[in-house]
Nanobody, 124 residues
Framework: VQLVESGGGLVQAGGSLRLSCAAS??????????KAWYRQAPGRQRELVARISSDGVTNYADSVKGRFTISGDNAKDTVYLQMNSLKPEDTAVYYC?????????????????WGQGTLATVSS
């Protein structure tokens, strides 16, 4: 499975960005259990921003609740992150993540896949 992000860029504080993550290479032996967005700011660890399970359950980091919305389009194998009321501290590289089960003769093997990241910069 390959994940490709898009939608990052430069925006002023208070503005909005919409990130997209398109998945490809999904075969009948692959099940995507959840998709998520993580971010990593300079000098900081990668952190979970938002996650959506295959049955639509969402959860968010406290720092983005009420401002960010994660959604998925299963027909397009795409997940989105709508980011509103952006703050300078939201500046980071945003990574798409997929929690995958690969079905084999030995059973179900969990795999994590990552995109290459997209930079979102919020100016003050």
């Amino acid at each position: 499975v390959q994940l490709v992000e898009s939608g990052g860029g430069l925006v002023q504080a208070g503005g909005s960005l919409r990130l997209s993550c398109a998945a490809s290479g999904i075969t009948s032996s692959i099940r995507i259990r959840a998709k998520a967005w993580y971010r990593q700011a300079p000098g900081r660890q990668r952190e979970l921003v938002a996650r959506i399970s295959s049955d639509g359950v969402t959860n968010y980091a406290d720092s983005v609740k009420g401002r960010f919305t994660i959604s998925g389009d299963n027909a397009k194998d795409t997940v989105y992150l709508q980011m509103n009321s952006l703050k300078p501290e939201d500046t980071a590289v945003y990574y798409c993540n997929a929690e995958i089960e690969v079905l084999t003769l030995d059973g179900k093997n969990p795999v994590q896949e990552w995109g290459q990241g997209t930079l979102a910069t919020v100016s003050s």
